[in-house]
């Protein structure tokens, strides 16, 4: 089992730049695939940006791609999602997502994970 907490969420205006992160505890972290997903007020949680376990291969949203970027720091145990370029539909709570995986994979729905943080709140004014 692991544990995820998220951090890093604030209030910024548009145009700002914001990294999340969020540490893992428990079992081996570079065996997890990992995930941010995010959910605004009113809608379903949607799919951000995924990493395989070992970092090699990312996926990201439409929505995100080129303003978005995931890492993983494995010694450290966190995974990261460094947000450039903010818009204000991009406000949501962020999740980030956990799934014990015995190859490279990239997951990029949220039935495919089944550890969760808690969220941090991004807020992005206009």
């Known amino acids: 089992q692991v544990q995820l907490v998220e951090s890093g969420g604030e209030l910024v205006q548009a145009g700002d730049s914001l990294r999340l992160s969020c540490a893992a505890s428990g079992r081996t972290f570079s065996s997890y695939a990992m995930g941010w997903f995010r959910q605004a007020p009113g809608k379903e949680r949607e799919f951000v940006a995924a990493i395989s376990r070992g970092g090699g291969s990312t996926y990201y949203s439409d929505s995100v791609k080129g303003r978005f970027t995931i890492f993983r720091d494995n010694a450290k145990d966190t995974v990261y999602l460094q947000m450039n370029s903010l818009k204000p539909e991009d406000t949501a709570v962020y999740y980030c997502?956990?799934?014990?995986?015995?190859?490279?994979?990239?997951?990029?729905?949220?039935?495919?994970?089944?550890?969760w943080g808690q969220g941090t709140q991004v807020t992005v004014s206009s």
């Open positions: 997502a956990a799934r014990f995986v015995y190859s490279s994979v990239v997951l990029t729905t949220p039935t495919q994970y089944n550890y």
